[in-house]
């Protein structure tokens, strides 16, 4: 079974920017069909970012022009740039793939956009 650890949240300021990583361990992985999730306080959980199987990227629209997922293969990692951060943007955010059977989910990582 695959084990996901996300890393990269912090407290930045409205219009800052973040990199969150998610590091896979334990069997096979492949960035492909993985996505960055997001949960707000008292909000359901909500995919922001894909990587589809042919290698494309997907986004929710109000993340789009904004968030970057990228991936690299040999490490293991699935990464997300998020730029011109808003307060809305404030969430745990997870990684995990995009479509049932998904891995156990990590702890996930914090981010506060918040001046």
């Known amino acids: 079974q695959v084990q996901l650890v996300e890393s990269g949240g912090a407290l930045v300021q409205p219009g800052g920017s973040l990199r969150l990583s998610c590091a896979a361990s334990g069997s096979v992985f492949s960035i492909y069909n993985m996505a960055w999730y997001r949960q707000a306080p008292g909000k359901q959980r909500e995919l922001v970012a894909r990587?589809?199987?042919?290698?494309?990227?997907n986004y929710t629209d109000s993340v789009k022009g904004r968030f970057t997922i990228s991936g690299d293969n040999g490490k293991n990692t699935v990464y997300l740039q998020m730029n011109s951060l808003r307060p809305e943007d404030t969430a745990v955010y997870y990684c995990n793939r995009d479509s049932f059977p998904r891995y156990f989910w990590g702890q996930g990582t914090q981010v506060t956009v918040s001046s």
């Open positions: 990587i589809t199987r042919g290698g494309r990227a």
